[in-house]
């Protein structure tokens, strides 16, 4: 890639110097810039060549006139004349492209008077070759282009024009390049001739149309993502709008010239004032151009547009031109209003609760509250949100709490967390569900407790404990008193079952005493 070669004015002192950079640089186009850096034209190498041409036939016409004249200075005018020629022959050598000279004929072909060496490495041809024979040059011309080429020499010969033409041609070899050729015409004692010159274009035209394609595809892209574009002249107050620009106003291309006026005019009445103030501002204040406003459509519909742009300034500051584009954002502000509405619903859901209901950042700081919870610890939003959630919780369960939090991650992310809580001086047990809220990439970036008051069913617990511990207490006393009672029964019991096995064993009892006997024995063993 050959960088951009420049010249500022200040170095040029001759035409020299400019022909020194063509030259060094085999360059066909020269910048020239002022002292800032800034552009002021382009010089190229045809116009110098034009100019050097005219300037040495000029001379050479003057220098044989003074030779007629002035006998004496003949041999030093000769020197000149030859340093002249030297000088003239050495740029035309080194200019890019092919100098020449052109007489056409009745044919349309004429013939070439002179041809510089630069003919071979542009056409493959050398001089001698196109001096004997114009078509060979002819006959290298593209066939789409051949037309164009016969048009225009045939125009400029009638009405003795200068002659510009660009086109493409495919050398010997088979390389096809574009050419730009370019001559003005010159009466001489061989008729009217064209001093001109022929230059390779190729590189610039592929540019050209690496432009081109580019902007298709810009407008392409533009178009499919309904982005209009605007360019506003601020010193003529001319603007350039695109189709899809007229569109999202509500109209049609070439419904209006486009301009300020025409763009403020379908800005919904309420919003006109607002968006001039800040045109006004930001232009004072030299900032980009970013409104959201509405527009009004000539069928009566309204709708939301973005404009985003920013302002071009000259070399003393001041605003000369302003560049942007227009979106739709309607989408956008209906997806606002719908979050706005699920956000109040959820608010108002959120404050219907009778649970104590806070959100929280990592550091504890406190971003919502609903009413129950605000009555609960006898405050107000005012005073609760931006401070830290952690005074309210006890002191000795406060280390467990942010321990218990802790463990919440993205596999885990509720916990539920009974701690004690100070509520006007008063310690009382609540119990709390804990949720954390998660960014994209797995951070924890807020937290949500819903808490309730338990301190009423902790007495009870409290209380049913103790009345449990009472009542195993005196279960265990009564299982002790049996277990004493029924050792003390036991004694002498042992020696009546005893008697009652003995009498059992005689023979001679009867039925009835061996009855009792047998109840006796039973009853015992139940003891």
Known sequence: TQSLVT???????????????????????????????????????????????????????????NLQQEAAQREALMQTLHQSESNFQTLVKN??????????????????????????????????????????????????????LQSSVAIAVQGCLPWRWE?????????????????????????????GLLMEITERKQLELALNQSEEQRRLALDLSEVGMWDWQISTNQEVWS?????????????VQPSQAAWLERIYSEDRALIQRLIHDNLKDKKNIEF??????????????????????N???????????????????????????????????????????????????????????????????????????????????????????QQISCSNPVIIIENRVVVGGEVRWTEWTNRAIFDEQGHIVEFQAVGRDTDDRKRVEAELANAKQVAEAANHAKSAFLAN??????????????FAQLMARHSSLPPSQRSHLEIIHRNGEYL
């Open 95 to 148: 200019m890019p492209g092919m100098i020449y000279r052109y007489l056409p004929d009745e044919s349309g072909v004429g013939r070439f008077l002179y041809v510089s060496a630069g003919a071979y490495e542009l056409l493959e041809l050398q001089p001698e070759t196109i001096l004997q024979d114009a078509q060979a040059v002819w006959s290298l011309i593209h066939p789409d282009d051949w037309i164009s």
């Open 7 to 65: 010249l500022r004015s200040t170095d040029i002192q001759d035409i020299f110097t400019v022909i020194n950079q063509f030259q060094q640089h085999q360059i066909r186009h020269l910048p020239i810039l002022d002292e800032q850096g800034t552009v002021m034209g382009v010089i190229t190498a045809e116009s110098v060549y034009q100019l050097l041409l005219k300037s040495s036939l000029a001379a050479i016409e003057t220098q044989t006139a």
């Open 167 to 195: 086109g493409r041609l495919t050398t010997p070899s088979g390389k096809n390049k574009w050419i730009q050729g370019s001559s003005r015409p010159e009466v001489t004692s061989d008729g009217i001739v064209w001093d």
């Open 243 to 255: 189709d899809q620009h007229f569109y999202l106003l509500g109209l049609q291309p070439g419904d």
């Open 315 to 405: 070399k003393t500051g001041e605003a000369i031109r302003a560049v942007g584009i227009i979106v739709d954002i309607d989408e956008i502000k209906r997806s606002e209003a719908a979050l706005r509405q699920s956000e109040a619903r959820y608010l108002a859901i959120l404050e219907d609760q009778t649970e104590l209901i806070a959100r929280f950042l990592p550091d504890g700081t406190l971003t919502f509250v609903n009413e129950a919870y605000c009555h609960y610890f006898g405050k107000t939003r005012r005073e609760l949100i931006g401070k830290c959630y952690e005074p309210v919780v006890w002191d000795t369960d406060r280390q467990q709490v942010v321990e218990q939090v």
């Open 485 to 498: 009672m029924s050792h003390e029964l036991r004694t002498p019991l042992n020696a009546i079952l005893g």
């Open 292 to 313: 959201e406003y509405r527009v009004l459509y000539p069928n009566g519909e309204i709708h939301w547009r973005l404009s985003k742009g920013q302002y071009l300034y």
